[in-house]
Protein backbone atom coordinates (compact mmCIF):
# COMPACT_ATOMS: atom_id res chain seq x y z
CA UNK A 1 0.00 0.00 0.00
CA UNK A 2 1.23 3.69 -0.42
CA UNK A 3 2.20 5.37 2.35
CA UNK A 4 0.12 7.90 3.61
CA UNK A 5 0.95 11.95 4.44
CA UNK A 6 -1.24 13.58 6.59
CA UNK A 7 -2.40 17.09 5.34
CA UNK A 8 -2.71 20.15 7.58
CA UNK A 9 -6.30 19.48 8.17
CA UNK A 10 -5.99 16.11 9.63
CA UNK A 11 -6.84 14.27 6.40
CA UNK A 12 -4.70 11.41 4.55
CA UNK A 13 -3.41 11.70 1.41
CA UNK A 14 -1.78 8.84 -0.35
CA UNK A 15 1.53 9.24 -1.48
CA UNK A 16 1.55 7.65 -4.85
CA UNK A 17 -1.50 8.77 -7.09
CA UNK A 18 -2.17 8.21 -10.91
CA UNK A 19 -1.65 11.24 -13.06
CA UNK A 20 -4.60 11.27 -16.13
CA UNK A 21 -3.74 14.64 -17.92
CA UNK A 22 -3.31 13.87 -21.56
CA UNK A 23 -4.71 9.98 -21.03
CA UNK A 24 -7.54 9.77 -23.94
CA UNK A 25 -10.85 9.22 -22.87
CA UNK A 26 -10.81 5.76 -24.28
CA UNK A 27 -7.59 4.53 -22.63
CA UNK A 28 -8.07 6.38 -18.83
CA UNK A 29 -10.69 3.88 -17.85
CA UNK A 30 -8.93 1.02 -18.13
CA UNK A 31 -5.38 2.68 -16.52
CA UNK A 32 -7.91 3.87 -13.56
CA UNK A 33 -9.32 0.22 -13.20
CA UNK A 34 -5.49 -1.65 -14.09
CA UNK A 35 -3.98 1.31 -11.29
CA UNK A 36 -6.56 0.34 -8.36
CA UNK A 37 -6.18 -2.97 -9.42
CA UNK A 38 -2.43 -2.48 -8.55
CA UNK A 39 -2.68 -0.80 -5.15
CA UNK A 40 -3.30 2.57 -5.83
CA UNK A 41 -5.95 4.47 -3.93
CA UNK A 42 -5.31 7.90 -5.68
CA UNK A 43 -6.69 9.18 -8.53
CA UNK A 44 -5.98 12.91 -10.12
CA UNK A 45 -8.35 14.42 -12.14
CA UNK A 46 -9.31 17.54 -13.68
CA UNK A 47 -12.61 18.67 -15.63
CA UNK A 48 -10.76 20.75 -18.42
CA UNK A 49 -8.64 17.11 -18.88
CA UNK A 50 -12.20 16.18 -21.01
CA UNK A 51 -12.07 12.88 -19.58
CA UNK A 52 -13.33 12.22 -16.22
CA UNK A 53 -16.83 10.19 -17.02
CA UNK A 54 -14.26 7.55 -18.25
CA UNK A 55 -12.48 8.23 -14.77
CA UNK A 56 -15.63 7.11 -13.29
CA UNK A 57 -16.13 4.03 -15.62
CA UNK A 58 -12.68 3.33 -14.88
CA UNK A 59 -13.69 3.16 -10.89
CA UNK A 60 -16.80 1.27 -11.16
CA UNK A 61 -14.92 -1.31 -13.32
CA UNK A 62 -12.40 -2.08 -10.47
CA UNK A 63 -15.11 -2.51 -7.89
CA UNK A 64 -12.82 -0.65 -5.42
CA UNK A 65 -15.73 0.90 -3.00
CA UNK A 66 -15.35 4.88 -3.90
CA UNK A 67 -14.65 5.33 -0.07
CA UNK A 68 -11.28 3.79 -0.66
CA UNK A 69 -10.12 6.19 -3.38
CA UNK A 70 -9.06 9.83 -2.96
CA UNK A 71 -10.00 11.38 -5.65
CA UNK A 72 -9.25 15.00 -6.77
CA UNK A 73 -10.39 17.12 -9.35
CA UNK A 74 -9.88 20.89 -10.50
CA UNK A 75 -11.67 24.00 -10.96
CA UNK A 76 -11.57 25.55 -14.60
CA UNK A 77 -10.47 29.05 -15.06
CA UNK A 78 -13.81 30.19 -16.67
CA UNK A 79 -15.32 28.79 -13.77
CA UNK A 80 -13.74 31.08 -10.97
CA UNK A 81 -16.97 32.94 -10.99
CA UNK A 82 -19.05 29.56 -11.11
CA UNK A 83 -17.11 27.22 -8.61
CA UNK A 84 -20.06 24.89 -7.51
CA UNK A 85 -21.29 24.78 -11.16
CA UNK A 86 -17.90 23.66 -11.99
CA UNK A 87 -17.66 21.34 -9.21
CA UNK A 88 -21.07 19.96 -9.78
CA UNK A 89 -20.18 18.72 -13.31
CA UNK A 90 -17.36 17.25 -11.91
CA UNK A 91 -19.31 15.26 -9.47
CA UNK A 92 -21.61 14.31 -12.30
CA UNK A 93 -18.99 12.93 -14.74
CA UNK A 94 -17.23 10.87 -11.71
CA UNK A 95 -20.17 9.55 -10.58
CA UNK A 96 -19.42 10.44 -7.09
CA UNK A 97 -21.29 12.55 -4.53
CA UNK A 98 -18.20 14.16 -2.97
CA UNK A 99 -14.67 15.10 -3.82
CA UNK A 100 -11.32 14.02 -1.16
CA UNK A 101 -9.57 17.22 -2.76
CA UNK A 102 -10.51 20.21 -4.87
CA UNK A 103 -8.22 22.61 -6.50
CA UNK A 104 -7.89 26.20 -8.04
CA UNK A 105 -6.47 24.25 -11.79
CA UNK A 106 -4.55 27.80 -12.52
CA UNK A 107 -4.67 30.86 -10.37
CA UNK A 108 -6.04 32.51 -13.53
CA UNK A 109 -9.71 33.27 -14.14
CA UNK A 110 -10.76 33.38 -17.59
CA UNK A 111 -13.65 35.40 -18.97
CA UNK A 112 -16.67 32.88 -18.32
CA UNK A 113 -17.73 33.16 -21.71
CA UNK A 114 -14.55 33.34 -23.28
CA UNK A 115 -12.74 31.00 -25.68
CA UNK A 116 -10.77 28.91 -23.38
CA UNK A 117 -12.56 25.62 -22.28
CA UNK A 118 -9.29 24.16 -22.79
CA UNK A 119 -5.88 25.17 -22.30
CA UNK A 120 -4.22 28.08 -23.90
CA UNK A 121 -1.56 26.89 -26.14
CA UNK A 122 0.39 29.24 -28.83
CA UNK A 123 -2.21 28.62 -31.38
CA UNK A 124 -5.56 29.74 -29.57
CA UNK A 125 -3.52 32.83 -27.88
CA UNK A 126 -4.91 33.90 -24.50
CA UNK A 127 -7.25 37.47 -24.68
CA UNK A 128 -9.58 36.32 -22.46
CA UNK A 129 -8.67 36.77 -18.48
CA UNK A 130 -10.89 37.53 -16.03
CA UNK A 131 -9.06 40.32 -14.52
CA UNK A 132 -11.46 41.87 -11.78
CA UNK A 133 -11.96 38.40 -10.30
CA UNK A 134 -9.77 38.29 -7.30
CA UNK A 135 -8.18 34.91 -6.14
CA UNK A 136 -9.29 35.54 -3.04
CA UNK A 137 -13.05 36.07 -3.47
CA UNK A 138 -12.85 32.31 -5.61
CA UNK A 139 -10.65 30.95 -2.31
CA UNK A 140 -13.82 31.82 -0.65
CA UNK A 141 -16.66 30.07 -3.22
CA UNK A 142 -13.69 27.12 -2.58
CA UNK A 143 -14.13 27.05 1.09
CA UNK A 144 -18.09 27.00 0.55
CA UNK A 145 -18.26 23.58 -0.68
CA UNK A 146 -15.89 22.38 2.15
CA UNK A 147 -18.64 23.78 4.54
CA UNK A 148 -21.31 22.10 2.40
CA UNK A 149 -19.62 18.72 2.12
CA UNK A 150 -19.32 18.54 -1.22
CA UNK A 151 -15.37 18.56 -0.62
CA UNK A 152 -12.94 17.31 1.93
CA UNK A 153 -10.29 19.39 1.44
CA UNK A 154 -9.56 22.11 -0.99
CA UNK A 155 -6.11 23.51 -2.20
CA UNK A 156 -4.47 25.03 -4.83
CA UNK A 157 -2.13 24.02 -8.56
CA UNK A 158 0.37 26.03 -10.44
CA UNK A 159 0.34 28.49 -7.82
CA UNK A 160 3.99 30.25 -6.96
CA UNK A 161 4.36 31.90 -3.53
CA UNK A 162 2.95 35.14 -4.89
CA UNK A 163 -0.17 33.79 -5.98
CA UNK A 164 -0.67 31.99 -2.62
CA UNK A 165 0.09 35.30 -0.90
CA UNK A 166 -3.49 36.80 -2.86
CA UNK A 167 -4.69 34.21 -0.61
CA UNK A 168 -3.18 33.34 2.63
CA UNK A 169 -4.01 36.28 4.56
CA UNK A 170 -7.61 35.75 4.01
CA UNK A 171 -8.30 32.22 3.89
CA UNK A 172 -10.36 30.54 6.67
CA UNK A 173 -9.19 27.33 5.53
CA UNK A 174 -5.18 27.00 4.37
CA UNK A 175 -4.33 25.15 1.48
CA UNK A 176 -4.05 21.81 1.96
CA UNK A 177 -1.89 21.24 -1.11
CA UNK A 178 -0.68 22.74 -4.28
CA UNK A 179 -0.41 20.67 -7.16
CA UNK A 180 2.99 21.90 -9.37
CA UNK A 181 5.33 20.68 -12.09
CA UNK A 182 7.92 19.03 -9.86
CA UNK A 183 10.42 17.05 -11.01
CA UNK A 184 14.29 16.17 -11.31
CA UNK A 185 14.70 19.34 -13.66
CA UNK A 186 12.73 21.89 -11.96
CA UNK A 187 12.45 21.28 -7.89
CA UNK A 188 11.38 24.16 -7.42
CA UNK A 189 13.20 24.23 -4.22
CA UNK A 190 12.44 27.56 -2.57
CA UNK A 191 9.04 27.00 -2.91
CA UNK A 192 9.01 23.83 -1.58
CA UNK A 193 10.73 25.40 1.12
CA UNK A 194 7.89 28.39 1.20
CA UNK A 195 4.96 25.62 1.12
CA UNK A 196 6.60 23.54 4.26
CA UNK A 197 6.43 26.79 6.15
CA UNK A 198 3.24 27.09 5.16
CA UNK A 199 1.79 23.33 6.23
CA UNK A 200 0.84 22.83 2.35
CA UNK A 201 1.74 19.63 0.77
CA UNK A 202 3.19 20.00 -2.48
CA UNK A 203 1.91 17.58 -5.38
CA UNK A 204 3.82 16.49 -8.54
CA UNK A 205 2.29 16.19 -11.66
CA UNK A 206 4.36 15.21 -14.85
CA UNK A 207 6.91 13.98 -11.84
CA UNK A 208 8.59 12.31 -14.97
CA UNK A 209 8.82 14.84 -17.10
CA UNK A 210 5.76 14.11 -19.01
CA UNK A 211 5.77 12.99 -22.69
CA UNK A 212 8.97 12.27 -24.80
CA UNK A 213 10.71 13.04 -21.28
CA UNK A 214 14.18 14.09 -21.10
CA UNK A 215 14.48 12.72 -17.70
CA UNK A 216 14.31 8.88 -18.62
CA UNK A 217 18.01 9.51 -19.88
CA UNK A 218 19.35 11.58 -17.01
CA UNK A 219 23.05 10.24 -16.37
CA UNK A 220 22.69 11.20 -12.61
CA UNK A 221 19.39 9.03 -12.11
CA UNK A 222 20.13 6.57 -14.34
CA UNK A 223 23.65 5.88 -12.17
CA UNK A 224 21.56 5.94 -9.37
CA UNK A 225 19.15 3.47 -10.79
CA UNK A 226 21.72 1.10 -11.62
CA UNK A 227 23.69 1.28 -8.06
CA UNK A 228 20.09 0.58 -6.27
CA UNK A 229 18.75 -1.75 -8.98
CA UNK A 230 15.69 0.14 -10.16
CA UNK A 231 14.03 1.60 -13.36
CA UNK A 232 15.36 5.60 -13.53
CA UNK A 233 10.98 6.31 -14.02
CA UNK A 234 11.30 4.63 -9.96
CA UNK A 235 14.12 7.53 -9.08
CA UNK A 236 12.71 9.94 -10.25
CA UNK A 237 9.58 9.07 -8.29
CA UNK A 238 11.19 7.76 -5.04
CA UNK A 239 13.04 10.78 -5.00
CA UNK A 240 10.39 13.06 -4.68
CA UNK A 241 8.36 10.72 -2.29
CA UNK A 242 11.81 11.20 -0.36
CA UNK A 243 11.46 15.07 0.03
CA UNK A 244 7.43 14.26 1.03
CA UNK A 245 5.72 14.77 -2.55
CA UNK A 246 3.16 13.62 -3.35
CA UNK A 247 3.97 12.05 -6.68
CA UNK A 248 0.82 11.30 -9.59
CA UNK A 249 2.69 9.41 -12.49
CA UNK A 250 0.79 9.21 -15.37
CA UNK A 251 0.78 6.46 -17.44
CA UNK A 252 -2.31 4.16 -19.62
CA UNK A 253 0.31 1.47 -19.79
CA UNK A 254 -0.12 -1.15 -17.39
CA UNK A 255 3.36 -2.44 -17.16
CA UNK A 256 4.31 1.43 -16.09
CA UNK A 257 1.27 1.78 -14.12
CA UNK A 258 2.32 -1.03 -12.15
CA UNK A 259 5.67 -0.33 -12.22
CA UNK A 260 5.60 3.12 -11.25
CA UNK A 261 3.63 2.37 -7.78
CA UNK A 262 6.20 -0.49 -6.90
CA UNK A 263 9.06 0.84 -8.11
CA UNK A 264 8.31 4.35 -6.38
CA UNK A 265 7.92 3.32 -2.62
CA UNK A 266 11.26 0.32 -3.41
CA UNK A 267 13.08 3.89 -4.43
CA UNK A 268 11.75 5.28 -0.91
CA UNK A 269 13.01 2.75 0.83
CA UNK A 270 16.66 2.70 -1.32
CA UNK A 271 17.77 6.09 -1.81
CA UNK A 272 19.84 7.60 0.69
CA UNK A 273 20.10 11.13 2.06
CA UNK A 274 23.40 11.73 -0.17
CA UNK A 275 21.48 10.33 -2.64
CA UNK A 276 18.86 12.48 -2.69
CA UNK A 277 20.99 15.55 -2.14
CA UNK A 278 22.95 14.51 -5.10
CA UNK A 279 19.51 14.41 -7.09
CA UNK A 280 18.84 18.42 -5.76
CA UNK A 281 21.85 19.59 -7.45
CA UNK A 282 21.15 17.87 -10.80
CA UNK A 283 18.84 20.71 -11.61
CA UNK A 284 21.34 23.62 -10.42
CA UNK A 285 23.79 22.09 -11.79
CA UNK A 286 22.99 23.32 -15.49
CA UNK A 287 19.83 20.87 -16.16
CA UNK A 288 17.07 23.48 -14.91
CA UNK A 289 13.81 22.73 -17.31
CA UNK A 290 10.27 23.69 -16.87
CA UNK A 291 8.33 21.44 -19.45
CA UNK A 292 4.80 22.88 -18.86
CA UNK A 293 4.17 26.63 -19.95
CA UNK A 294 0.41 27.30 -21.14
CA UNK A 295 0.81 30.95 -22.67
CA UNK A 296 -1.33 32.84 -19.90
CA UNK A 297 -0.16 35.76 -20.57
CA UNK A 298 0.08 37.46 -17.75
CA UNK A 299 3.20 36.96 -14.58
CA UNK A 300 2.65 34.20 -12.70
CA UNK A 301 5.38 34.33 -10.37
CA UNK A 302 7.36 31.11 -11.17
CA UNK A 303 11.45 31.12 -11.33
CA UNK A 304 12.25 29.91 -15.06
CA UNK A 305 9.41 30.62 -16.78
CA UNK A 306 9.87 32.96 -19.59
CA UNK A 307 8.28 36.56 -19.60
CA UNK A 308 6.21 35.50 -22.80
P1 LIG B 1 2.16 6.18 -21.31
O1 LIG B 1 0.99 6.87 -20.66
O2 LIG B 1 1.97 6.00 -22.77
O3 LIG B 1 2.56 4.92 -20.58
P2 LIG B 1 4.40 12.24 -16.38
O4 LIG B 1 3.78 11.42 -15.29
O5 LIG B 1 5.67 12.90 -15.98
O6 LIG B 1 3.42 13.21 -17.00
O7 LIG B 1 4.84 11.23 -17.55
C1 LIG B 1 3.89 10.64 -18.34
C2 LIG B 1 4.55 10.15 -19.61
O8 LIG B 1 5.57 9.19 -19.32
C3 LIG B 1 3.58 9.46 -20.50
O9 LIG B 1 3.98 9.69 -21.83
C4 LIG B 1 3.74 7.99 -20.14
O10 LIG B 1 3.45 7.16 -21.25
C5 LIG B 1 5.21 7.91 -19.81
N1 LIG B 1 5.54 6.97 -18.73
C6 LIG B 1 4.85 6.71 -17.61
N2 LIG B 1 5.48 5.82 -16.83
C7 LIG B 1 6.63 5.51 -17.47
C8 LIG B 1 7.71 4.63 -17.17
N3 LIG B 1 7.74 3.91 -16.05
N4 LIG B 1 8.74 4.55 -18.08
C9 LIG B 1 8.70 5.27 -19.21
N5 LIG B 1 7.70 6.12 -19.54
C10 LIG B 1 6.68 6.24 -18.68
Known sequence: ASPLITLNNGEKIPAVGLGTWQSKPNEVSNAVKEALLKGYRHIDCAWAYGNEKEVGEGLRASGVPRSEVYITSKLWGTYHRRVEECLDQTLANLGTDYLDLYLIH????????????????????????????????TWKDMEAMVKKGKVRSIGASNFSQMMLEKVLPTAEIVPAVNQLEL??????????????????????????GSTDSPLLADEAAGVLARRHGLQTADVLLGYLLAKD?????????????????TGALAALQKLTPADVALLDGVAAGGKQKRLIMPPWGIDLGFDNWPAK
Open 245 to 261: VVVLPKSVTPARIASNF
Open 106 to 137: WPVAMNPAGNHPVFPTRANGNRDIDETRELKD
Open 183 to 208: HLYNPQLALLAYLKAKTIVPQAYSPL
